[in-house]
């Protein structure tokens, strides 16, 4: 067989395999009310070492009313004031890496209507204070989608997608994104997950140049954050600081959005 004939056997069965992938979750189904009521609430049946990440994470078996979930627990709590030297040897600023950003980011995803990040809220485990966050089905990282070549059946459709990843990521100055924590669905959405390293303190944005084009309700959706709305929703998960930065950040989004506009005209710049 012929190296073009093995790559293309390749893709058909990682396109066969992909087809076989449980029904996708709704957002009312890893979102709001009914995923948070069941991940506080439900019994703790097993706990075990993810195996993967630099935070530790636990993966838990749960159990309500006969239904069975996975959840990931993550309760490292780290904080580091001054200048700290980072693996890859960039420096970082009173650095932290918490369980407690996990939840900040996934009501700022409420907040704004992104719709990405898997229902995640505060609970305890063995003594252990912590995140708990849905385990979302049907899902492939993108490194894998990468490796495979698998490319999405609406190019235009993706392409939006990754533009709301990117400014989800710039408004809450996250730090560690990459192709292994995102989470590609059988429809290609995008789910997002580890943010225990975000909310950093950057007032400006750390990479404008990724903001090319804009959704509309995403704008729509920062433009109506404000300082007693976020203390209220996560002002136990970041402090005032954090809070006020993030506005800034949303300030300078706002106003990228409107330079591109103006440059190239709003049906370059905006989508739906």
């Known amino acids: 067989m012929t190296v073009l004939k093995r790559a293309g056997a390749a893709v058909v069965i990682a396109l066969a395999a992909w087809s076989t992938l449980a029904a996708q979750e709704t957002v009312a189904d890893y979102q709001g009310p009914k995923p948070e009521e069941y991940l506080a609430k439900a019994k703790i049946k097993a706990i075990r070492d993810l195996g993967q990440g ?66 995640t809220v505060e609970r305890r485990l063995n003594n252990n204070v912590g995140s708990l966050q849905w385990w979302v089905e049907s899902e492939m990282q993108e490194a894998e989608r990468v490796e495979k070549r698998i490319q999405p059946p609406d190019i235009e459709a993706w392409n939006q997608v990754t533009y709301k990843v990117r400014l989800f990521d710039q408004l809450i100055a996250n730090v560690d994104r ?92 905006l989508y739906d």
Do not use: C
């Open 54 to 119: 630099v935070t530790l994470p636990k993966k838990v078996t749960l159990e309500r009313d006969g239904v069975e979930h996975f959840a990931v627990f993550k309760s490292i709590d780290e904080t580091k004031a001054g200048v700290t030297r980072m693996g890859d040897g960039s420096m970082e600023v009173d650095f932290q890496d918490s369980w407690q950003l996990e939840i900040a980011a996934y009501e700022i995803d409420k907040m704004i209507g992104l719709g990405m990040v898997p229902a």
């Open 178 to 269: 990459h192709l292994k924590n995102l989470l590609v669905t059988k429809n290609f959405d995008l789910r997002l997950i580890d943010h225990s390293r975000s909310f950093r303190g950057n007032r400006e944005l750390k990479d404008s140049d990724s903001l090319k084009r804009f959704s509309r309700s995403l704008l729509a959706g920062i433009k109506k954050l404000n300082q007693p709305d976020l203390k209220k929703r996560v002002g136990r998960y970041l402090t005032s600081g954090q809070i006020e930065r993030l506005l800034q950040r949303r300030d300078a989004i706002l106003a990228l959005a409107a330079k591109r506009v103006a440059e190239i005209g709003e049906a370059a710049a």
